[in-house]
């Protein structure tokens, strides 16, 4: 009788073991899914935060004259800033926005000392948008 219970602790000190191992390699994969999936949310939280600096710029410093639509407030039809929807404006390059952007043109004040290189690109891209609206 002895002997079947020493066979019969053997067997259940294998199956635990063997449990044990069974269920820290699905805890390895899960916490290794765990990180993938954190890690990828986190790079879309990055594109998002991104793909918004421009508009979140444009809010800051551009909406008194060109208006939230780009079509431009009172005061900036007063100051004859452009329709950014307008041709005149989407015929412009990348380069032109930039330097307009940076340096100011007619009565619009320059931003390259207010706003980062990376900020005045994504506005030039956020500028972009405006000529695939509709008006």
């Given at each position: 009788?002895?002997?079947?219970?020493?066979?019969?602790?053997?067997?259940?000190?294998?199956?635990?073991?063997?449990?044990?191992?069974?269920?820290?390699?699905?805890?390895?994969?899960?916490?290794?899914?765990?990180?993938?999936?954190?890690?990828?949310?986190?790079t879309?939280?990055?594109?998002?935060?991104?793909?918004?600096?421009?508009?979140?710029?444009?809010?800051?410093?551009?909406?008194?004259?060109?208006?939230?639509?780009?079509?431009?407030t009172?005061?900036?039809?007063?100051?004859?800033?452009?329709?950014?929807?307008?041709?005149?404006?989407?015929?412009?390059?990348?380069?032109?926005?930039?330097?307009q952007?940076?340096?100011?043109?007619?009565?619009?004040?320059?931003?390259?000392?207010?706003?980062?290189?990376?900020?005045?690109?994504?506005?030039?891209?956020?500028?972009?948008?405006?000529?695939?609206?509709?008006?």
């Amino acid at each position: 009788m002895s002997d079947k219970g020493n066979g019969l602790s053997v067997v259940r000190s294998r199956m635990s073991s063997n449990r044990a191992s069974s269920l820290l390699r699905v805890g390895r994969a899960v916490l290794f899914a765990g990180a993938i999936a954190l890690a990828l949310g986190a790079t879309a939280r990055v594109s998002s935060a991104a793909d918004d600096t421009g508009q979140d710029t444009f809010k800051a410093n551009c909406v008194v004259c060109h208006g939230e639509d780009g079509t431009g407030t009172a005061t900036g039809k007063a100051l004859m800033a452009p329709d950014l929807h307008s041709d005149a404006v989407q015929k412009l390059t990348d380069a032109q926005i930039t330097d307009q952007i940076s340096n100011g043109k007619n009565n619009m004040p320059p931003f390259k000392n207010t706003l980062s290189k990376d900020q005045i690109k994504s506005l030039v891209t956020y500028v972009r948008t405006f000529g695939k609206k509709k008006k």
